[in-house]
């Protein structure tokens, strides 16, 4: 069995979690060959969090096969990303495109996760538009951290500034500007939106009420539907698809 076969890997190091792998043990069954050449040389990285993978085994199963191939990249990060997988869960969907995309970025955001942690719901919809700009913006992301307003507005500002980021030599060096995240966000809140979103244009977040990161989380999947409910007549979840603007829970702020 598979609970056997990771004793047998490294049982002093594994016997504590030994519990949590026999409650899994019918679904790591079928992973158990490629789980034991996966983790070896990772171990060390990994067994702080095992408890913590055991409990969110349902929603990593999926996904486990692309861990498995890659872990000698996520594995140095497995305590971040695992602290933010609710977030991290939404570039997953879609058959997992931006998967193998954001792989080569992982030890730069793992770092700063914590901070960036409320970005990643507003940034999701705007993926498309922001992929080809990663190895410019992604250097410099941390610089931004405090200004949820440039994520959520994101593809406004590729809309206007793409051009700029094409340059090779001058956009790194403008994004290590020191005024060049509070330039960036004013510039993501006045903008105009109506040439990028069309009808959507009046959609914006009401940052000061809005806990981003939580809506993001499971936990908390039931009071956003509600609230969502409330405000749209509509789920979150739905909303969460529907609103290009961002996944976020969304408001109105203008009467048509």
């Known amino acids: 069995a598979a609970c056997a076969s990771l004793r047998d890997a490294s049982t002093k190091r594994l016997a504590t979690h030994a519990a949590a792998i026999a409650i899994r043990a019918a679904k790591l069954e079928r992973f158990a060959p490629g789980i034991l050449v ?9 067994e702080p969090h095992l408890d913590s993978i055991m409990e969110r085994l349902d929603e990593i199963e999926p996904h486990l096969p692309f861990i498995l191939q ?8 497995c305590g971040a990303l695992l602290k933010h997988i609710d977030a991290l869960l939404l570039y997953a969907d879609d058959g997992g495109k931006y998967l193998t995309v954001l792989l080569p970025y992982v030890p730069i955001f793992a770092p700063h996760l914590d901070d960036l942690g409320p970005h990643l719901a507003l940034l999701r919809p705007h993926m498309r538009t922001l992929v080809p700009h990663l190895p410019i913006i992604a250097p410099n992301a941390h610089r931004f951290v405090r200004h949820l307003p440039i994520s959520a507005n994101a593809d406004v500002l590729i809309f206007y500034f793409s051009w700029f980021l ?30 990028v979103r069309g009808r959507t244009c009046d959609y914006a977040c009401e940052w000061d009420e809005c806990d981003v990161a939580a809506f993001t989380s499971e936990h908390f999947a039931a009071t956003a539907g509600a609230y969502c409910a409330d405000i749209w007549g509509d789920s979150y979840e739905r909303k969460r698809q529907r609103i290009r603007a ?9 009467d048509r």
């Open 166 to 195: 094409r340059l090779p030599w001058l956009a790194p060096l403008a994004l290590r500007l020191p005024f060049m995240p509070r330039m960036a966000n004013f510039l993501a809140k006045h903008l105009p939106r109506r040439p």
């Open 38 to 46: 996966a983790i070896d040389g990772h171990l060390d990285a990994i």
């Open 70 to 77: 890659h872990l000698s990249i996520l594995a140095a990060h």
């Open 246 to 254: 961002t996944s976020a829970v969304m408001r109105r702020i203008r």
